[in-house]
């Protein structure tokens, strides 16, 4: 790994020894720019201001020797910049600074008596991104508010070109992004992993009102973006401004609004059922966000609950009656234990409705039982930001995300093997903006995300009972066959990065680690699975021919990991007409923990037919370079 670490930081070297237009950031966007005069020419060592409209913050910087400008790392939202230089008048523009997007100023100085002021009245996102051919979509707070997400900001990305469903059974969230497996893309919140370790997708539930912006990147995106070959999701929440806001909504889904659904409308038209299955959505909660200190201290926080109540679904299967299962306890051959089981666990039929034979005697009393299994769940979530402008150098941001799900899941043949399902998650992110100078501003991000899924029997003492199955009678005993398991996830994170600009070149060198302790506990069949082909066959405790399984072994997978990764990246503007986007990218993934118990397999390892063998790190090296041409206010862009 050392010689692996050191090629890479030697590149690194050498990229900014041979070059001395900013890009966008994951937490916000940027803005750049050039100052010329009336005759066209560059003007350096102009002082360029930048003042967001809603917080008052104001960021300074100077233009370089060929009079451009950058501000890297800038909070979504409308801004006005300003040009002051000695012997010209004063010059202002407005814009609007987008998720993971550049926007473009030029800026023209008039001789002094003259004041220009430019309005710009488009919606903020360029049709054509001139300095990158980062290629992505931005929905702003409007249209993630507007549009029937349902609270899942991931559906945004099908308004994407070049991303659609992902099939049935494919792992993953986001859709197929560029032609790739779900399961590859990435997900972020505020600048930080939001990714879960072990089912691929987002992990951590954002409410839907507390969302500023989205950021779907689809190709081409910057070295600063990895972890994932698919989309980069980007989400940040809102700030408060020097202006108090808030909101109340509400979300109403029942069956009376919602569409019919092809099975529900096969179901009524079969006469299976007679309407629709009760279900009601009621997801309700506001927003608030104002000034603690005017011009330096915001607050922002959002909370939001969602009970869903829906019919239950029901299961029939067949049994033998109370009566029927005395009879069976006094022929030869039952087993007094299975019996005992049975009268002790199984809801049993009030009324016979058939007879069937058991061990060769006929006339036994059987009936249906429907039990109604439990719909519905219940989850609750809230949101706090705190923004905090430190003088005209420093920003602070501070995020903390909540979020509570509880429902119950159904077992088989009585409600006391039941069992609830919990989901607790946090995640929390500090990120400190340090603008050491005119050119350059360092940026640090720290985050702990805690993600917790348990899944316990509303009565323990059925945590070892086994499952029993009589296909024929479609009968079914004991607790959910996926039980026990649950997890916990445990995640570090610490970024560092820092931007630099230097005359037509603006730079951006960064490195992360981040620390996984996650924990996993599931043993399939832990408890026994058995599936016998008749009754009789259970009555008599003999060996099921269908399904006979128990597994053993240890039910936890400790999956502690480390990730380190880095990256540089150099956005030069040749000519203003030509923009090269260089980057290089360096990734590790050590192996996690309990994966070198994969050796202990090599002991069934057959020599010419199967092998064990031992997982190996991975280590990834991508160069990415990018051109982006422009001719007449058209971009075409493209690999190089």
């Known amino acids: 790994m050392r010689k692996s670490v050191v090629a890479v930081m030697a590149a690194f070297t050498l990229l900014l020894a041979i070059s001395v237009a900013a890009f966008g950031q994951a937490t916000g966007g940027s803005v750049n720019g050039q100052v010329l005069d009336q005759n066209g020419a560059v003007v350096e060592n102009v002082t360029v201001t930048l ?90 707070t409007r ?64 409410i839907q ?12 995106y910057n070295a600063e973006f990895g972890t994932g070959a698919a989309g980069q999701f980007n989400t940040v929440t809102k700030s408060g401004t020097n202006s108090f806001h808030g909101s109340a909504f509400g979300y109403l889904q029942n069956r009376h609004l919602n569409a019919t659904s092809t099975s529900e409308e096969f179901n009524i038209q079969t006469g299976v059922i007679s309407e629709k299955p009760a279900f009601t959505d009621t997801r309700y909660g506001g927003t608030l966000g104002g000034p603690i200190l005017k011009n330096k201290l915001f607050f922002f926080g959002a909370y939001q609950r969602e009970p869903i109540n829906q019919q239950a679904s029901g299961v029939a299967y067949v049994a033998p009656t109370a009566a029927g299962l005395t009879q069976i306890a006094s022929l030869p051959g039952a087993s007094p234990f299975v019996v005992g089981v049975l009268r002790d666990n199984l809801i049993l039929p009030t009324t016979a409705t ?22 519905g769940s219940r989850e609750t979530q809230y949101q706090i930001n705190i923004d905090h402008l430190l003088g005209t150098k420093n920003q602070f941001r501070y995020r903390f995300s909540s979020d509570n799900i509880n429902n119950t899941q159904p077992g088989n043949g009585n409600p006391k093997f039941n069992n609830q399902q919990n989901v607790i998650a946090r995640l929390f992110s500090a990120n400190w903006i340090n603008t050491l100078n005119a050119q350059t501003v360092n940026e ?3 985050a702990y995300k805690k993600f917790v899924t348990d899944y316990p029997l509303e009565d323990p003492a059925f945590n070892t009972f086994p499952n029993i199955t009589v296909a024929p009678l479609n009968l079914g005993l004991g607790p959910n066959g996926n039980l026990p398991q649950g997890g916990l996830n445990h995640s570090y994170q ?8 230097r005359g037509q070149h603006s730079f951006k060198f960064g490195a992360e680690v981040r620390f996984l302790i996650f924990t996993s506990f599931f043993l399939p069949r832990g408890r026994g699975d058995y599936n016998y082909s008749t009754f009789d066959e259970l009555i008599t405790d003999s060996l099921p021919t269908n399904v006979d399984i128990r597994g053993v072994g240890s039910a936890a997978f400790t999956g502690n990991q480390r990730k380190y990764y880095a990256f540089a990246q150099d956005d030069w503007k040749v000519t203003p007409h030509l923009t090269l ?11 996690p923990r309990d994966a070198a118990l994969q050796q202990l397999n090599s002991l069934a390892s057959v020599p010419g ?32």
């Open 143 to 206: 249209q993630v508010q507007d549009l029937p997400i349902f609270n899942d900001p991931r559906a945004l990305a099908l308004l994407s070109p070049g991303v659609v469903a992902q099939g049935v059974g494919v792992a993953g969230d986001g859709g197929s992004v560029g032609g790739t497996r779900p399961h590859a893309n990435a997900f972020n919140v505020d600048g930080v992993d939001n990714n879960s370790p072990d089912l691929t997708g987002k992990q951590v539930n954002i």
């Open 209 to 220: 009102d507390s969302i500023s912006e989205v950021a779907i990147l689809t190709n081409n």
């Open 51 to 140: 003042k967001n409209e809603q917080t008052g913050q104001t960021l300074t910087t100077q233009t370089t020797g060929s009079g451009t400008f950058t501000f890297p790392n800038t909070l979504v939202g409308e801004y006005t910049v300003a040009a002051e230089a000695q012997g010209f008048a004063a010059v202002t523009q407005k814009v609007k600074v987008l998720l993971n997007q550049e926007s473009s100023v030029a800026l023209v100085l008039t001789a002094a008596g003259v004041t220009s002021v430019v309005e710009v009245t488009s919606s903020g996102e360029a049709l054509v991104q001139t300095d990158t051919s980062q290629i992505g979509r931005n929905f702003e």
């Open 494 to 501: 610490l970024y560092d990065s820092l931007s630099y600009s």
């Open 581 to 591: 986007n260089l980057g290089l990218r360096y990734e590790y993934l050590g192996l």
């Open 354 to 375: 058939e007879t069937e034979t058991v061990l060769g005697q006929s006339g036994i009393p059987f009936g249906v039982v429907s039990l109604v299994t439990p719909g």
């Open 444 to 446: 640090v991000r720290v």
């Open 609 to 640: 037919v199967s092998s064990s063998m031992f997982p190996k790190r991975t280590r990834t090296i991508s160069l990415r370079a990018r051109v982006s041409p422009i001719h007449r206010n058209s971009l075409v862009s493209g690999d190089g």
